[in-house]
């Protein structure tokens, strides 16, 4: 009988720090602000016959990565039907609601996210650590980011 064994990763060092806005509507929108966000994973896995399911070593690697690839940018939403972001030479030019916006495109990622919130980075990353995980019998992934202490979005992943 295959035995299912669930790992929990949630490192001090998974996290990056980012400026984002969370869009509400057409017309609304937050004020430009950040946060230090965290990143913690759970693992569904078989249990190997060397008494381990998953090399924690690897899993803490990636979600590392991931988080450091975000660390230290703007984030936009790419796919919000409310705004539309331009190239304009060092620029990424936003236009959200009649206003303009500029952004240094060396310190700004576009992010083919709906909207700059927990729930549509913990999908972004949820996608990122599943396609570094290709190949591995994971039964599912869980995958949370935190914007404070007690505020959390959660994004699942099974295969099938």
Known sequence: MEQLTTLYIDKE?????AAHYTIFS???RERLHG??????ARIVAPMGDNGFAAD?????????????????????????????IEEAGDYYR???????MQFLRSDTLVL?????????????????????S?????????????????QKGCASWAPG
């Open 26 to 28: 057409a017309t609304e």
């Open 112 to 132: 083919p996210i709906r909207n700059a919130t927990v729930e549509e980075f913990s999908r972004y990353l949820l996608r990122g650590l599943v396609t570094l």
């Open 134 to 150: 290709v190949g591995e019998d994971i039964r599912q992934i869980e995958l949370c980011v935190a914007s404070g202490p007690g």
């Open 35 to 40: 946060h230090n966000y965290s990143v913690s």
């Open 56 to 84: 924690y070593t690897v899993y803490k690697q990636r979600i590392g990565a991931l988080c450091e690839a975000l660390d230290e940018y703007m984030l936009l939403a790419g796919e919000s039907p409310h705004q539309r």
């Open 13 to 17: 060092r998974h996290k990056f720090s």
């Open 94 to 100: 936003v236009s959200f609601a009649g206003q303009q």
